[in-house]
């Protein structure tokens, strides 16, 4: 198994994107950008919860803090989880296909190493999503000298729920199971909505606070 994508220096990790192994891919770095809205969140509730004379929402930031911490682990994992994903498609489509029983098998192989693969970004939206309200509370209330990162923590979001959808939906045009192709398509459709929604209304509060 190769090296973990989290064990790699931001160098190594872009080299790796770029070299011409197909994972890490667009589904990982849609995760990596994910984990880092949450961490930008978090980064703000920190030093909100440090900030003099703010000594009685100390207790509040700190919370928010501690799901920030949850949300970028959770991210984190899934930048690993999907080119694992990916590279059980390829150990799928590798599988023999000379007799009528190989096909059969490495048919049915396929589509279920799909649906994982499909299923794993879909994950990916759900959870950065969560992060939407991390980053609304932040805007919100906290510390003003921090808008600008806010502002960034929810477009990383916003790019990676929009990133991951696609890879979500590259894996969905490869599979024969109809019912949970639409399901799947609905499941995106309605997270994308939320998402477009909740990255505008806190850029609104990003652009007023920046004047």
């Known amino acids: 198994s190769k090296k973990s994508l989290l064990k790699m220096n931001l160098r190594e990790f872009c ?16 995760a990596l950008m994910g984990a880092l809205g949450a961490s ?9 919860a440090g900030k003099r004379g703010w000594d009685d929402k100390i207790e509040y ?10 949300l970028k682990d959770e991210l984190l994992s899934l930048v690993d989880e ?10 799928a489509f590798a599988l023999p296909k000379e007799s009528a029983e190989e096909k059969v098998a490495r048919s049915a192989a396929v589509e279920k190493a799909t649906k994982y693969a499909a299923e794993i970004p879909l994950r990916v939206m759900k959870t950065a999503s969560r992060s939407y309200e991390l980053l609304s509370e932040m805007a919100e209330s906290g510390n003003p000298a921090s808008i ?6 929810a477009l990383a979001t916003y790019a990676c729920v929009e990133g991951a959808a696609l890879n979500v939906r590259i894996n969905l045009g490869q599979l024969k199971d109809e019912k949970f192709k639409s399901d799947l398509r609905e499941k995106v459709r309605k997270v994308r909505a939320e998402s477009e929604s909740r990255c505008k209304a806190i850029n609104q509060i990003v652009e007023s606070k920046l004047g």
Request: charged share 15%; proline share 4%; glycine share 14%.
């Open 15 to 30: 080299n790796e994107t770029l070299s011409d192994s197909p994972a890490p891919g667009g589904g990982s770095v849609a």
């Open 148 to 153: 600008s990162d806010v502002g960034v923590g």
């Open 82 to 91: 999907d080119a694992t994903a990916f590279n059980k498609v390829m150990d």
């Open 61 to 70: 930031f700190s919370n928010w803090a501690v799901k920030a911490q949850q």
């Open 40 to 48: 930008l969140g978090g980064m703000v509730a920190n030093l909100s």
